[in-house]
């Protein structure tokens, strides 16, 4: 009997396909209206309507895999389906292989229509994206359906199971959260985008890595991967299935508290990301696990239709938070080892220290493409430009940020009347390895003078200086890599800037005089240094009057025929007191 009802797939794939085509023409025209009808209307014709096509191709199979699979919420249609010649796996299998169809028809409509309207949308970039997301939606609905006893907590489900590494990822950040505000320079956000570019790589999960990327072997290996686990999953969940709690939420115990176990930390997550600048790290977490109790609370009693939550549910609760409670206590333990490490200088081979982590992990690739050499000062260059990060290399110059760092776990206050809400060190080892420290910067009563001294000292290096201004302190960089500089003078009062005839060979000389005079001794360095591309907060920064503005055309390293625009602005004030006397007859024009 069994065996007859397994050769019944293809028949049933067959008359379900049949009884689709009212489905298939409806969807046909919902597309066609929208990509092409409508922007027909408009005289519209771009790439908008093509993204509301593939936003509706979604939803409608969305909602075809959800009704395909109601059958498994009703005991009057199980028993019916029941007494056919097929299997449930079978019915579910068929389900499934229909909306696989249903997801090719539509993709050749949207193909179609892209075409008609030359919308110059590029659906392959777009295709390598959303392809694995509909295959995986579909199979997650299958799987979802089997798991809920209800249509509409069922398509709750396939969201939640299709978010799940998101939420996953959420939580871990709590934990980490957690961890930056117990031990003292450590980055939630450094921590997390090292994990998940080393462990846990999120981009390949969700094939974002593949967006605008070249597809390869690893693309189509972990779409069989994670088709072969979900599908594996169908089959294990349909065997255990148990039909007589068909009408509850959720018809597996299990999966109810794995659900509402992390479904209740995403509150508690979002809160401790919402309130990271506060310093009360004792109440936020006591309001994290009251949000957690609560939203657990609630979620288990809608489930079980009742406020009167069972025994068990307790139970698993306290369980599970004692054992996020052990995890996360545990690296908080061991990041506690590494709070006051500070690496010998001549352990590292480059540091930096600045305002963000932002871009460092493109520096990371850099710096791992070239291991086998040094990074030579034109790469250095090209890094500060594409990246606003200074690397170090000069062993003297290593040896004053790791003196800075020092300085910042004794005392990580600097009063001032600016804003600077961290500063972040990191150290690129000779063995490969690196290290990141942030440093939330307070603006209590601190000590100033050594923050700033040590920080005067890297911004008067002569290193800095030719990477930072490589237009001025690096002739050879200077004619090899800009296209050009075109310098204009301006005024606050007028609103209006003149070009100069002035070219940069002649101005040169001139600037390099002012900018070698301008940090001795200067006040609030340390700012500087926090500051994206390590703006000078030098007297006057800030004041209304004239300025030059140099607006490089800096040649792209990948196309030499192209160029990146980069404009950089200096005060005409009395630190400026060279270039303002050669540019005086320029001045006395614009009075």
């Not at 790589?201 to 088709?227: H, M, N, T, W």
């Not at 979002?270 to 609560?294: E, N, Q």
């Not at 100033?448 to 001025?472: G, P, V």
């Not at 040649?555 to 990146?564: H, I, L, M, P, V």
Request: aromatic share 16%; proline share 2%; hydrophobic share 45%.
């Amino acid at each position: 009997m069994e065996q007859r009802k397994s050769s019944m797939f293809f028949p049933l794939l067959k008359n379900s396909l049949e009884s689709k085509k009212n489905w298939f023409f409806l969807s046909a025209v919902v597309i066609f209206v929208s990509t092409l009808l409508v922007p027909f209307i408009l005289n519209i014709y771009d790439g908008f309507f093509i993204g509301l096509g593939i936003f509706e191709m979604f939803v409608l199979v969305f909602i075809n895999c959800l009704v395909d699979n109601s059958f498994l919420h009703n005991d009057a249609k199980m028993a019916y389906y029941k007494s056919k010649p097929a299997t449930f796996r079978d019915q579910v299998l068929v389900n499934t292989a229909v909306n696989v169809v249903l997801t090719a028809y539509l993709l050749i409509l949207i193909i179609i229509s892209n075409a008609v309207n030359n919308a110059n949308f590029d659906l392959f970039e777009v295709f390598k994206l959303i392809i694995p997301w509909l295959l995986a939606g579909i199979f997650l609905a299958s799987l979802s359906s089997i798991l809920a006893g209800n249509t509409l907590v069922a398509g709750i489900m396939t969201m939640f199971n299709f978010a799940l590494p998101g939420i996953i990822y959420l939580i871990l950040y709590f934990m980490f959260t957690i961890l930056e505000n117990m031990v003292t320079g450590f980055s939630a956000n450094v921590l997390m985008q090292y994990f998940v570019n080393t462990v846990y790589k999120l981009d390949y999960i969700y094939f974002s890595r593949y967006f605008e990327k070249p597809l390869d072997c690893v693309y189509f290996l972990l779409l069989g991967i994670i088709l072969t686990g979900i599908i594996m999953l169908i089959f294990k969940t349909l065997k255990r299935r148990k039909n007589e709690n068909t009408g509850n939420f959720i018809v597996f115990d299990g999966y109810k508290y794995f659900a509402s176990v992390l479904a209740c930390l995403i509150v508690p997550a979002f809160l401790s990301m919402t309130l990271y600048y506060r310093k009360d790290i004792a109440g936020t977490i006591f309001a994290s696990v009251l949000m957690a109790a609560l939203t657990y609370y609630l979620i288990i009693a809608a489930m079980e239709k009742s406020f009167r939550i069972s025994r068990l549910s307790i139970k698993v609760f306290i369980v599970s938070m004692a054992v996020f409670v052990a995890v996360t206590g545990g690296t908080v333990l061991f990041a506690g080892r590494y709070r006051d490490a500070v690496p010998d200088a001549e352990n590292v081979k480059y540091a930096y220290v600045g305002s963000g982590t932002w871009g460092l992990s493109k520096v990371r690739e850099y710096i791992n493409e070239n291991e086998d050499s040094s990074l030579s000062s034109d790469d250095m260059i090209r890094i500060y430009n594409s990246n606003g990060i200074v690397l170090f290399s000069d062993k003297e110059n290593i040896k004053t940020i790791t003196d800075l760092h020092k300085e910042l776990l004794k005392d990580n206050n600097y009063k001032n009347d600016l804003w600077i809400s961290s500063i972040t060190i990191v150290y690129f080892m000779n063995d490969g390895k690196f290290m990141v420290r942030e440093y939330v910067v307070d603006r209590e009563e601190g000590a100033n003078e050594t923050k700033d001294e040590l920080a005067a000292k890297l911004l008067n290096s002569r290193e800095f200086k030719e990477i930072n201004y490589s237009y001025i302190y690096n002739e050879k960089y200077y004619k090899d890599n800009y296209m050009g500089i075109d310098i204009y003078i301006g005024s606050d009062y007028k609103g209006e800037e003149v070009p100069l005839a002035v070219t940069m060979d002649e101005l040169r000389p001139y600037l390099m005089k002012d900018i070698d005079k301008l940090f001795v001794n200067m006040d609030n360095a340390f700012y500087s240094l926090s500051d994206y591309h390590y703006e000078k907060y030098y007297p006057g920064y800030g004041e209304m009057g004239y300025y030059i503005s140099l607006e490089s055309r800096i040649r792209s390293e990948y196309d030499n025929s192209s160029y990146e625009v980069r404009t950089t602005r200096f005060r005409l004030n009395s630190e400026f007191e060279n270039t303002v006397n050669y540019l005086k007859p320029e001045l006395e024009k614009l009075n």
